[in-house]
């Protein structure tokens, strides 16, 4: 058995670790702790622990723990939206890490009263069954959205494949790097794009070592809700 803190102590030194594998600065690197498996409780213990930013993937995650929590917590949404889910979320968000098309574009300048801080998520493998934009779309996508005063893209946001294949995932993930490489290099006053959002419980030391500046952790700092299997 093991407490969310203990969890997380692992996880920091397993960034460091990294970090130190990678000649980078640890500080470069911030834990969102995605607490969408778990409830209020679990994820007050979270903040409770240090942790600053909280990610959630549907609305009523959002609605079962921002009373609780509130503004002590930065929130980021990290599936994928449905447009008309937009009015509901947008405000009550800090980070976006599923930008990925223009309609939700459109509906986000519609319903936002104040910039939004995107990540465009990019399907760098072409797993058919994620979501996200190819590679070859990102730069003509991420310069159409200069017509969204709404949006700030941020950085870029993608999922492995789920598998054991470390050179698989490195690649995934570098691939991603040199996308934003690339985009930051255009210096387009909408998209600084430095930001690069990679890795979960079971790939953020790849990710780490390949750049990752926000990791989106769940289960290996939440455990589970019945019982702790880690
Ligand atoms: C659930 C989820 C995570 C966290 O996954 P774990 O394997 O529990 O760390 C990260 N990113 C996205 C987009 C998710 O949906």
Known sequence: MSTVAERLNDIQQQITDACRRAARNPEEVTIVAVTKSVGPERAREVI????RH???NRLEGLDQKQPEIGPDARWHFIGSLQSRKVREVIGRIDFLHSLDRGS????????AERPVDCFVQVNVSGETSKSGLGPDEVGDFVRMLGAYDKIR??????????????????????????????ISALKLPHAPCTELSMGMSNDFGIAVEEGATFVRIGTAIVGYESGERS
């Not at 409770?48 to 942790?51: A, K, L, N, V």
């Not at 574009?105 to 519609?110: F, G, L, S």
């Not at 870029?156 to 494949?161: E, N, Q």
């Open 48 to 51: 409770d622990s240090g942790i």
């Open 54 to 56: 909280l990610g959630e």
């Open 104 to 111: 939700l574009a459109k509906e986000i300048q519609k319903r």
């Open 153 to 182: 893209v941020v950085g870029l946001m993608t999922m492995a494949p789920n598998t054991e294949d470390e050179e698989v995932i490195r690649s995934t993930f570098r691939g991603l790097r040199e996308l934003r490489d690339e």
